[in-house]
């Protein structure tokens, strides 16, 4: 008999995937009876729903609960086992017939054998036969009943879990959806189910759905509810179809025992199957002293006949719920009104009723103690307290607490938990957030205290007394992270209100919001330096930096720098000294609102200095056209070609790497003079010449002061001042009339490089060039002494003699050959030519108020005029004025004379 039993279940193993998917399709989901139980120990009774296990002497009462027409009649049987090994004696099967109904309502009555391990209830339609056929069934293989009962409560306790986590979910779907988020997580740990994540990710309309899928593979592995209904028998045949319940290929992955079991069930049970009968799992759910039956198998009351089979909880010792504090350091608040202790580890307290009567146990001042009812809520992830009755006073600041409680007819002693009453704190603000609350963001701060479990509300009040509540957690016994909305708020001081439960006042915290601060990224000082660069990020926040006792603060912005540094010049020059080339350390740099950051500092190499020697100018034969003897001595045409010598300070020799870096004054302009280009020739280790041709290096449109720097290995030292690039017009020709009081036509090409004209050093009376002249000719005064004077528009600080001879215009026929122009005297108005001896006493007036320009010579900006006509005479109408203005041409105006004096006419080597 066994042979063939073990054949035939080996045989039912190989069609594991059909039968996987039939009772996939086929979930518990008809009702079936529904059985009344009651047990009685030590004259104490408990309904079924509260019992989590039998013991030897347990009385227990049943009743079949059928409907008034129930026309089919079951017997019922109740059977005790004692093992795989053992079959079961003939007086420990007990049974009824429901249809009688006297008996029926009185019920079966039976005790708990001494041995006995496991309880079956069969409920059999009547037949010949029917109690016999069952005993025998059951004597003659008890090993397969008894994984059967130990399969159905492992799905029965299974199941409660499910239906609780299910229950508690359309709940909250009905009342809040957007609760779902928080609520699931907590669900989830109390109950030991598994959830989808992203489902949280999903609208709240979406997420109970989401979360509803795939509900028998959702029950995690729970250690206790399998120790309630450890397996008693052993060998190939049941450790192979244990491992054969929880393989992928199951579909249900490796994590559902509730899975395992029914299809434990549906294997073993079918091995039973005979002519008269066929038995078919039921599963038990309890409501109080009622177990509701589900089948997930229609019965059938032809041949073979379904029997129902149902099991009773195990008969063992008690084994009380392993719960213990999700936070073994947490401390809660006494004076809070709706108090949870987090517990995890015992879903089943969660899912049964198991554990009832719980209280927590408090410890008085006096020394007595006080119990508070608990009350299992797996929605809030723990044990609420059901009545705050409780009185602070009773209490000293820190209050021991114990769980207490029954489970089953058995007491049990759960975890303790720390307790504290409302009382003053000092909170604290983290030393590193003290100085890093930055506005234009949400941004969090760390707050400590002697305890944290109290906070109720926090408020956030900036300058102008608004408020904001701010969202905090704790995340320890004395600590409390709070997220402060900064997103609109001002720099300046801010106040934090922390108020606890059951206090009257809140407790204040002084803050300070800053703007955001910059990055700093490096401090570098070269040794011998008097000034260093910071780099980052928000610069101008800056107001000093120390390093090593030598204090800097900003300077000038210069156009060297990038817009990520400054310059950090030392206060006291002398003491940047002490500061040795390959030091490093850290900075301290002071923001202009109070602030200290650090930044990485070093003192690298002295930067590479040159000594300029001296220099000289060559000419191109283009310049010498110009006809203006330049008289600056740092004055250098664009199109000559400069020389100039330099002597290596630091280091004392030239390596072959240097390079002179030339660059205009906004270094607009750049070239590099190298060996390796030819700009640079070196006469000795220690002298080099270095060659720049501004027309190749900067093309047409530089001009102004030149610098140069010495560059060596990517250490540029300073700028020194070169020369002054001027470009220079070409004059070509000066045509004068006879009558002094007429003014010269002066050709040329750029002429918009002339800035003015005059007749003497000092500039009175002279002619001013407007911007963007586009002619070819300039009226100008009549030459004193044969002289004209000019400035150049790229350098007009200095004072240049005009080189060309003035050519005479012959008079026109019929007028007066006028009186020569007197010479000029310096600081003395000159006198129009031909006025009279008493004019001449008179004050003299300004050329410009005297003097107006030719009507016959106006300025053009399309080619040179032809020569004047005899109307030009010596008309002086105000229309003749009028016309050289409105073309364009410059107009006599006093000038100051200029400060600077009369150098020497050409650029001379400094040598």
Known sequence: MAIRWSRAFLVSLVCLAAVTAAWAAAPFDLSGPTLEVKVTRGGKTLPISEVPNLQAGDRVWIRADLPEGQSARYLMVAAFLRGSTNPPPAKWFFRQQTWDRDANKKGLSVTVPDGAQQVLIFLAPETSGDYRTLVNAVRGQPGAFVRSSQDLNQAMLDRTRLDAYLAAIRSLNQSDPAKLAQATPLLARSLGMKIDPNCLQKMPELQAACLTQGQDTMILSDGHSESIVQAVTSGPEGDLAMQLSSTPQADYGFYSPYVGSVMDIARILDGFRTAQYQYIPALAVQQGDQLALMLNTPPSFHNPKSVLVTALPAVEASQPPPLHPVDAQQNYCAEKDSLVLAVDGAPLVFST????????????????????????????????????????????????????????????????????????????????????????????????????????????????????????????????????????????????????????????????????????????????????????SRLDEVASLTLDGVNFIPGASGSSLSSDEIAMVAKNPSSAAKLKQGETGTATVELEDGRDLTVVAAVAAPRPSVELIGKSVQDSAAGSNSNIELAGQDELPQDAVLTFSLRAQSPTRFGMNEQIEVATQD?????????????????????????????????????????????????????????????????????????????????????????????????????????????????????????????????????????????????????????????????????????????????????????????????????????????????????????????????????????????????????
């Open 353 to 536: 009723g198991y554990a009832h009567g719980l209280n927590l146990r408090l410890r008085t001042k006096s020394g007595k103690y006080l119990d508070v009812p608990l009350r299992p809520d797996a929605e809030r992830g723990g044990l609420v307290l059901e009545a705050k009755d409780v009185s602070a006073t009773d209490f000293g600041p820190r209050i021991d607490a114990s769980l207490e409680g029954d489970w089953g007819f058995a007491r049990f002693d759960g975890p303790t938990f720390r307790l504290q009453n409302t009382h003053s704190q000092h909170w604290e603000l983290a030393p590193a957030d003290r100085e890093s609350l930055v506005v234009g963001k949400l941004d969090t701060i760390q707050l400590s205290a002697d305890d944290a479990s109290c906070v109720d509300t926090v408020l956030l009040k900036d300058s102008a007394g608004t408020e904001i509540k701010a969202a905090w957690k704790i995340t320890g016994p004395d600590q409390m992270q709070v997220s402060l909305p900064l997103q609109t708020a001002k720099p300046g001081p801010m106040l934090l209100e922390v108020k606890q439960y059951g206090a009257v006042t809140a407790q204040t915290l002084p803050l300070h919001a800053f703007a955001e601060a910059g990055h700093l990224t490096s401090f570098t000082l070269h040794a011998g330096d008097t000034q260093g660069v910071l780099k980052g």
């Open 667 to 911: 270094e607009g302009f750049t070239t590099t003079l190298s060996l390796a280009n030819g700009g640079m020739t070196l006469e000795n280790g220690q002298v080099a010449l270095a060659t720049l041709d501004p027309a190749k290096a900067f093309g047409d449109s530089a001009f102004g002061p030149l610098k140069f720097r010495v560059v060596d290995s990517g250490s540029n030292g300073d700028w020194q001042a070169l020369a002054t690039l001027v470009r220079l017009p070409a004059l070509h020709d000066l045509k004068c009339p006879a009558a002094a009081s007429q003014q010269c036509r002066l050709s040329g090409s750029n002429l918009f490089l002339v800035d003015s004209v005059a007749t003497n050093p000092e500039f009175t009376g002279a002619v001013q060039v407007p911007d963007g002249f586009p002619g070819f000719v300039l009226p100008v005064p009549h030459p004193q002494g044969g002289q004209l004077y000019v400035k150049l528009r790229d350098d007009p600080s200095v004072v240049n003699q005009i080189t060309l001879a003035a050519r005479e215009l012959p008079v026109p026929p019929g007028q007066a050959t006028p009186s020569p122009r007197p010479p000029y005297v310096p600081g003395q108005a000159t006198p129009a030519p031909g006025a009279s001896q008493q004019n001449q006493k008179k004050p003299p007036k300004p050329a410009t108020s005297t003097e107006a320009p030719p009507s016959s010579a106006p300025a053009t900006g399309t080619s040179p005029p032809p020569p004047p006509s005899g109307a030009a005479g010596a008309s002086t109408s105000s229309g003749s004025s009028s016309n050289a203005s409105s073309s364009g041409a410059p107009k006599a105006q006093p000038s100051t004379p200029p400060q600077s004096t009369q150098n020497s006419t050409a650029l001379s080597p400094q040598i």
